[in-house]
T-cell receptor
Framework: SQQGEEDPQALSIQEGENATMNCSYK?????LQWYRQNSGRGLVHLIL?????REKHSGRLRVTLDTSKKSSSLLITASRAADTASYFC????????????FGPGTRLSVLP | EPEVTQTPSHQVTQMGQEVILRCVPI?????FYWYRQILGQKVEFLVS????????KSEIFDDQFSVERPDGSNFTLKIRSTKLEDSAMYFC??????????????FGPGTRLTVL
């Protein structure tokens, strides 16, 4: 698998349900970040979690990081139709400095 | 709120032509980046730039690509002789530099490049 690989590739849920997306990576990281991309638009930063942190919250978003398993999860609670987008995890590798490696993304569809 | 801007939003060019994609990073940021995203694929790192020189580049960033900060505000990506496979969305990003820490990268809205 590639560095920063999300699963599932696509997720379809009903409004109000929770959505969980996972990201796995292969090498040591400084931090891991989650981004959202609405179709054809730019990337919007959601959350940054550092390698010494285990969990972070921001509004309806909850991110966990397990460095022993080299994995992270993004949970969106009480999803809304406006959450429909692609979600990417990006890992900042500790030997590359500030350059990110993006996964292929999870396409989330929230149905009204 | 400060933001990264990119122009044009869409560029159409003929194969073999030169294109310049422009970005205005956030004014107090010191690190600048270009990424590309081929339609339906993941975002790929191209190059990072700091203190008026390239600090890191990927294997995608070959001799056809160059970057420049021609003045205090613009950051440009030039593709010398475009190929069909250069068609993609190109994102500029910038981050504030703080010694010993990593920082959030702020992304622009992207320029869609179409090579015919």
């Amino acid at each position: 698998s590639q560095q920063g690989e999300e699963d599932p590739q696509a997720l379809s849920i009903q409004e109000g349900e929770n959505a969980t997306m996972n990201c796995s990576y292969k090498t040591s990281i400084n931090n891991l970040q989650w981004y959202r991309q609405n179709s054809g638009r730019g990337l919007v930063h959601l959350i940054l979690i550092r390698s010494n942190e285990r969990e972070k919250h921001s509004g309806r978003l909850r991110v966990t990081l397990d460095t022993s398993k080299k994995s992270s999860s993004l949970l969106i609670t009480a999803s809304r139709a406006a959450d429909t987008a692609s979600y990417f995890c990006a890992t900042e590798l500790d030997y590359y400095g500030q350059n990110f490696v993006f996964g292929p993304g999870t396409r989330l569809s929230v149905l009204p | 709120e400060p933001e990264v801007t990119q122009t044009p939003s869409h560029q159409v060019t003929q194969m073999g032509q030169e294109v310049i994609l422009r970005c205005v990073p956030i004014s107090n940021h010191l690190y600048f980046y270009w990424y590309r995203q081929i339609l339906g694929q993941k975002v790929e790192f191209l190059v990072s730039f700091y203190n008026n020189e390239i600090s890191e580049k990927s294997e995608i960033f070959d001799d056809q690509f160059s970057v420049e900060r021609p003045d205090g505000s613009n950051f440009t990506l030039k593709i010398r002789s475009t190929k069909l496979e250069d068609s993609a969305m190109y994102f500029c990003a910038s981050s504030e530099s703080t010694s010993g820490q990593s920082n959030e990268q702020f992304f622009g809205p992207g320029t869609r490049l179409t090579v015919l």
